[in-house]
């Protein structure tokens, strides 16, 4: 019986994120994301908290987000927890957990113009124009064609025949 291992974290791209290829050909992509935490102490002053997370990503949906995970972008990430356990070279064993990502959404990105908010396809490095209704039905048409395929395939593997 499998236990529970379930993890929704939403945050803001740290930095652009690189699409890299496994020995075995898969592609993957590690997106590291700062997540806020605002709180009152115990003195009354409030306090912004920040922790760092990296979330991994495989396949189709490594494509799609080395395209659309820019930096500063929120994004909002279903996934699951995977402990990774190293040796170095002193002997020492070292460990790590990150967030294997199954699902993606991307959150809009608002630039202040003046009194105005607008809302832009990306984030610092994207254009300075708004992105039109199309290229947002095209982007989240894209990462729902990669969330389905990466589903298929996970499908596929725990078949047993």
Known sequence: ?????????????VRQPEKKTCKNGASFCRIPIAVNRYYKN???EYVDDVSFFDISTFGNLSETCEKWCLKGRGIRVVGRLKQNVSTDENGKKNSRVDIIAEHIEFKPVFKKTGDKETEEAGAESAPKTSASKKEKINMLAEVAAANQKEQEEAVEEEVVF
């Open 1 to 13: 019986m499998n236990s529970l291992n379930q993890v929704i974290i939403e945050g803001n791209v």
């Open 42 to 44: 115990s003195d009354g």
